[in-house]
């Protein structure tokens, strides 16, 4: 069972607001939800992070339901340079499986000028 | 931001050579990092853990004689691919967790063309 589900590309053009919403139906009370942008021949950055409600940084802003069972990644005012694949990623904050992230298909995103 | 990095960023090697991959954590000490492969158009998928002073950790599927993985001090993990063969052409990738950090510090990759 996959872990996180989300769409396979979206499409957007600059300067507008985009929204990646993200499915984790089995999330578990230990895990966080971490977003990660990767550009072609890179390896993955790290973009936020968070637990429940709302997180913002100088980047985007990850809104998170009271059920946490999805999660959308907002980015604001994006440019040719956004364009990317963002994961979307649910992991325990401690346990043996500590670190070992699993990556879904992640988002294809497209910024058309 | 702490830095993790690769090198080579890019290797082309011949079939049935072996082929080395550094992956250092710059500015943390990482008793863990871990190996990532990326074939194209697809997603990373984990390989192994790599564990300071210890063996490393083999996911399912991953020949841990094929890929051979040394992590001798806090800041340094080696990857090898022995006996490389064309299938084993992908983008390796590694990354490491800083203390107290609940993200993860990913090198830059490695493109590995096996000819």
């Known amino acids: 069972l996959a872990k996180t589900t989300q769409p396979i590309s979206m499409d957007s053009y600059e300067g507008q607001e985009v929204n990646i919403t993200c499915s984790h139906n089995n999330i578990a009370t230990n895990d966080y939800i971490t977003w990660y942008q990767q550009f072609p021949s890179q390896g993955p950055r790290f973009i936020i992070q968070g637990y429940k409600t709302k997180v913002t940084n100088e980047v985007a802003s990850l809104f998170i339901p009271a059920d946490r069972k999805s999660s959308t990644l907002s980015l604001p005012r994006v440019s040719l340079s956004d364009t990317a694949v963002y994961y979307c990623?649910?992991?325990?904050?401690?346990?043996?499986?500590?670190?070992?992230?699993?990556f879904g298909q992640g988002t294809i995103l497209t910024v058309h000028p | 931001g702490a830095v993790v990095s690769q090198h080579p960023s890019r290797v082309i090697c011949k079939s049935g050579t072996s082929v080395k991959i550094e992956c250092r954590s710059l500015d943390f000490q990482a008793t863990t990092m871990f190996w990532y492969r990326q074939f194209p158009k697809q997603s990373l998928m984990l390989m192994a853990t790599s564990n300071e002073g210890s063996k490393a950790t083999y996911e399912q599927g991953v020949e841990k004689d094929k890929f051979l993985i040394n992590h001798a001090s806090l800041t340094l993990s080696t990857l090898t691919v022995t006996s490389a063969h064309p299938e084993d052409s992908s983008f390796y990738i590694c990354?490491?967790?800083?203390?107290?950090?609940?993200?993860?510090?990913f090198g830059q990759g490695t493109r590995l063309t096996v000819v």
């Open positions: 990354s490491a967790f800083r203390t107290g950090d609940t993200e993860a510090f």
């Open positions: 990623l649910v992991e325990a904050a401690g346990g043996t499986s500590y670190g070992k992230l699993t």
